[in-house]
């Protein structure tokens, strides 16, 4: 009975009480984790902002905006497709994107029990919204007339993801995670993902205004020719 309640807390994850038989710790620390992370997204940003500033065609604000896509769409179709593609195996994998999980986890253990709410979305973001901003790069590298639909649409998709994502956990009473822990409930749990509220709400109204002042230039045009008649 002993060994049994001690195996039990054979993990990082709140709440401690979880079980967990299939895990297997990780191998790798969280400053590797993390430099991973971190840098393979640094890569696709300036990679991006290199060639978003090419063409001249862009200004500054939305060059950061094409950037923001780029690494929206290495972090949902790579970091999150995994997930939603291995997220059965999770605990007991020692590939690098199943140990990063495995880190992330440490802030919301959803993730480690497969939790329904966190695969739905998972896998929704995964595969809409992650092929969706490398379309959304295309449609502002070719100029598109499309581009604003599609950032509205995106923008939208990650804000909802994420108000249910800490709506979900609040009703829940932040047991998932170690609260008020610096770098796994602050870090991890918040700031990583307010980030997909912050930016998105300001994509939002950015697509707003731009759609905004094409409708009026349609709508004052054809007022102008039904003038003309």
């Known amino acids: 009975m002993g060994a049994s309640s001690a195996n039990k807390h054979l993990h990082p994850f709140w709440p401690r009480d979880l079980v967990i038989p299939s895990y297997v710790a990780n191998d790798r620390s969280m400053s590797e984790i993390l430099v991973f992370l971190f840098s393979v997204s640094g890569v696709f940003l300036i990679v991006t902002w290199v060639i978003t500033g090419i063409s001249g065609k862009l200004g500054t604000w939305r060059r950061l905006a094409v950037c923001w896509f ?15 593609l291995y997220y059965d195996i999770l605990p007991g994998d020692q590939s690098l994107l199943s140990q990063l999980w495995k880190e992330y986890s440490k802030g919301d253990s959803r993730y480690i029990i497969a939790d329904n709410f966190t695969v739905c979305m998972e896998t929704v973001t995964a595969f809409l919204w992650g092929p969706f901003s490398f379309w959304a790069i295309y449609s502002f590298l070719a100029t598109k007339s499309y581009r604003f639909v599609l950032q509205l649409i995106i923008s939208l998709g990650q804000l909802y993801g994420a108000v249910l994502y800490f709506f979900t956990e609040h009703r829940d009473g932040y047991i998932h995670s170690e609260f008020g822990h610096p770098i796994y409930f602050w870090f991890y749990f918040i700031f990583m993902n307010f980030l997909w509220i912050i930016i998105p709400l300001v994509l939002i109204v950015d697509a707003w205004r731009q759609l905004l002042a094409a409708q009026t230039y349609v709508d004052t045009s054809e007022t102008q020719k039904t003038k003309r008649k």
């Open 70 to 84: 780029a690494v929206c769409g290495f972090i949902h179709s790579v970091i999150e497709g995994w997930f939603s």
